[in-house]
């Protein structure tokens, strides 16, 4: 291996393997930076905010937030519901309440239509599952749509 060469002026030239290794070094300290960025941001007034009231009905100290719908469409009754449970001594902010999994059901006739809530917030159900709502209601209505006069199957018992 020869010396690394140096300048007239005396000052040495980084190799190549210098080089990328420093150069490697700041990438990877980079994305840990932005990967931790989203955990260390926090808002420090949110620490000195009291912790928001239970909301009722919910003795473990959760908040939930509700949305519910009940129609009559092309003759067919359908029912839904979307619960956002907040954990307690959450922060009151948007973030949180978005982050939220939530609790989802639609009944056709009074038989449950198994709904799943995709990454970008939208909704698909098993009967258009190629496809997905942005609400709740337009799953259900879309759903009747593609059943036509066919009823949904009940419920299947689960066994362990």
């Known amino acids: 291996m020869s010396p690394t060469?140096?300048?007239?002026?005396?000052?040495?030239?980084?190799?190549?393997?210098t080089v990328l290794r420093g150069a490697?070094?700041?990438?990877?300290?980079?994305?840990?930076a932005g990967a931790l960025l989203p955990l260390l941001d926090r808002d420090p007034a949110a620490a000195d905010r009291p912790a928001p009231a239970p909301g009722p009905g919910s003795g473990s100290g959760s908040r939930a937030?509700?949305?519910?719908?009940?129609?009559?469409?092309?003759?067919?009754?359908?029912?839904?519901?979307?619960t956002v449970v907040v954990p307690a001594g959450a922060p009151a902010?948007?973030?949180?309440?978005?982050?939220?999994?939530?609790?989802?059901?639609?009944?056709?006739?009074?038989?449950?239509?198994h709904v799943m809530r995709r990454a970008d917030g939208t909704y698909l159900s098993d009967?258009?599952?190629?496809?997905?709502?942005?609400?709740?209601?337009?799953?259900?209505?879309?759903?009747?749509?593609?059943?036509?006069?066919?009823?949904?199957?009940?419920?299947a018992a689960h066994h362990m």
């Open 65 to 82: 937030t509700t949305e519910e719908f009940a129609e009559m469409y092309r003759g067919r009754e359908i029912r839904g519901t979307a």
């Open 5 to 17: 060469p140096a300048k007239p002026g005396g000052t040495r030239i980084p190799s190549r393997r």
């Open 127 to 155: 009967v258009r599952h190629y496809e997905s709502y942005p609400t709740l209601l337009e799953t259900a209505r879309a759903a009747v749509d593609e059943l036509g006069t066919a009823r949904l199957a009940p419920p």
């Open 24 to 32: 490697f070094t700041a990438a990877v300290v980079t994305g840990t």
């Open 93 to 113: 902010d948007d973030r949180v309440a978005v982050a939220a999994e939530p609790v989802t059901e639609i009944r056709i006739d009074g038989r449950p239509l």
